[in-house]
């Protein structure tokens, strides 16, 4: 296990580049012409991208983010 010790500033910007990063490949796995298997991949980044965000930010700022089942599953 490992442990970061940030101020408060670098915590809310490491939230902003999680959220920002999120938000683009939400937008890339709308996209009808990207690839099944490089959109399988993109979804475990999310997923990965998430449990991080999850530990950085509250979580009313998380729900925005939680992955829809449908979509999410789809492979």
Do not use: G, H, T
């Not at 475990?44 to 729900?63: G, M, P, T």
């Amino acid at each position: 296990m490992l442990e970061l010790l940030i101020n408060e500033m670098e915590q809310k910007e490491m939230e902003y580049l999680i959220k920002r990063e999120l938000e683009e490949l939400l937008m890339d796995l709308e996209d009808n012409r990207i690839d099944a298997l490089l959109k399988k991949s993109m979804r475990e980044r999310y997923e990965k991208l998430f449990q991080l965000l999850l530990r950085v930010a509250s979580k009313e700022d998380c729900l925005p983010y939680i992955p829809a089942r449908s979509q999410y599953k789809k492979s």
